[in-house]
Each structure stands twice: as C-alpha cells, then as structure tokens.
DNA sequence: GGTGAAATGGCCGCCGT
DNA sequence: ACGGCGGCCATTTCACC
C-alpha cells in the first residue's frame, strides 16, 4: 500500500526518530506513552512499511574537508530516454553529487555537489560534460550553509 | 580541534555507519578487520570529536505526503544584519524550508523547500514574504528526486 | 496494548601485548 | 593502539493476558 496509516504516536515517533535515532527504547516508548513493547512493535512497522528507509550516521562537512557547495543547473538538448538513462548513471556514479532533481521551467536539471574547494569542483565539473553532452551548465557556490536537516515535516500526514 | 586525525580505518567507519548506522558492532568490527572494543572505541572517538554529528532515521518523502519539493532563490535589496537575523529566523521556524544557503553570485539565497503540493508551497511562499523583506523571489519546481542522498564523500578527508 | 522473562548483544572496566 | 575476558545492564523478542 503506498499510504500505511499513521497516526498521531507514530507522528510522534518519527518525529523523534529523525531527530535522533539512537535513543533507548525506553525513553522512546515514555516520550510517546506507551510501554516498551507496543512501542517497539510500532517502530518495527514503520521501518517495514518503508516509512523509515534508514538509520543512518551524519557527519560534519567541514571535519571531514568538505567545505564548498555547489549548485549546477543543466539545460540539454538531447531528450531521448537513452541520453538520459547515461546522464543518470554518470551522476550516480559521482559520489560529490548528493542531490539530482528533474526540474520544470528554464532548467532541466539541478545538482547539489559537495567539494573541498574550487580546483575540486573543476574535477567533478569536467568528469560531468565529458561524459555527457550539455547544452548549458551553470555553477553557482554556496557561500554558507545556514540551515540543513534531514528531518521532514510531518504536518501532511494523514 | 577542527581537524581530528581521521585514519583509514575511520573512514571505513564512517562510510558503514553514514550507509546505515543500525547494524551490530559485530559485523562493524569485522568489516574494518577489528575487533570489537578498538572498534567501538573509534566510534566513539569520532562521535566525541564531532565527525559523527548524529544518527538519524531517514524517512520516504512519498509516505508521508511530501511529494513536491521546490527550489527558492532569492535576491534582496536590504543587507543589514538586524535585516538577515530576522530573515533567519523566520526560515528556522519553517520546517518545510529543509535547506537554506548563502550564494555568491547574482542570487542571495537559496532554498530548498518540501511540500505535498503546489498549494502548500503557496502558504510557505507568502509566510516568507510577510515576514521579510524579499525584492526577487523565484521558485524552480522539482519534477522528480532522482538522487538523494546523505552519505557525503569521504576522499577528501586528511 | 500490557506484562514478565529469557536470550541476545552492547558497554566498559581491566590487563596483557 | 589492538585484543580478550568478564560482568553488568540495556534491548530485543518471546509467550501469554
């Protein structure tokens, strides 16, 4: 079913979940009103209806030398499905590249690409229109990172 | 320190554990050629000095309702800072808003923005420009996540 | 949903290398 | 800095109400 039912402990859960996952059951289950074993088996749900996809560590950028952000909108004139399927396989393959959209209006798509500096945005930036043929490639840097989180909200559920 | 010595076998670590951080300290160890107590220790030498920032669950945008996301770039004629501790402000308070940054370029800022549909993306659109003010706001629509992912790239590190 | 309990596994000392 | 042992405690996962 593409739409589990959710309701408004299991909100509460993902809530903190996406928070922070590596809580004590214990504390999961008080913060949420129930005791250890329901809350468990409701956890245990969401993670098999694939409303949780992962569990996963996030680590700081800068530690880990990836000071620089940018974003590259692509404008192509090839539209065919094998273009695209080798445009997507190419991008997939960049691990610099952590965000890929199709996009409506002027801009076909948008990337989101992680570097240390300039000179390593040049590397991925050739890596990108050797392999692939594009009409328009426009970089813009990030200056600064004011906000990013992977927690969603979750005031359309239901 | 702002760069803690990071070694091979932490990034082997690290790469595991920002895939999935809910596997056994077990497979963990044996996967880097550890056992278990040197391996538990670096992970939590690397929790310690900040490269493992948290540990989050990652939830599927589709299931609970948010299958729209939206490119916001913004220019602004006002750069006071009383002018951007309010416009910051206001982007914390909205959870739609999961990206925010500073650009160089010809755009100020940009955003990224998720929402079940287009009129959600209305209401996050007019609290924005109440409650700053914005000279240029122009919103890209995503048709499709073609990639996304938090598990950043770890060749850079040392 | 709740309870209780058994099995598992993680936590974190100590000590040897 | 790694490995191993060991005891304590948290979590998982039963069977049953």
């Not at 214990?26 to 209806?49: H, I, K, Y």
Request: glycine share 4%; proline share 4%.
């Amino acid at each position: 079913m593409a739409a589990p039912k959710i309701d408004a402990v299991d909100v509460k859960l993902l809530a903190l979940l996406q928070r922070s996952a590596d809580r004590h059951l214990a504390e999961l289950a008080e913060a949420v009103g129930l005791s250890q074993t329901p809350c468990w088996r409701r956890v245990q749900r969401l993670r098999q209806d694939g409303v949780i996809t992962a569990n996963v560590a996030l680590l700081d950028r800068a530690k880990i030398n990836l000071g620089v952000t940018v974003f590259v909108s692509i404008r192509t004139n090839v539209h065919t499905p094998a273009w695209f399927e080798r445009f997507k396989a190419t991008i997939d393959l960049i691990p610099e590249v952590v965000e890929f959209y199709r996009m409506s209006g002027d801009v076909d798509y948008m990337l989101r690409v992680v570097v240390p500096d300039i000179a390593a945005y040049d590397r991925v930036y050739k890596r990108l229109i050797q392999d692939t043929q594009l009409s328009d490639v426009n970089s813009s840097f990030a200056m600064e990172q004011l906000k990013y989180t992977t927690a969603l909200p979750l005031s359309y559920v239901g």
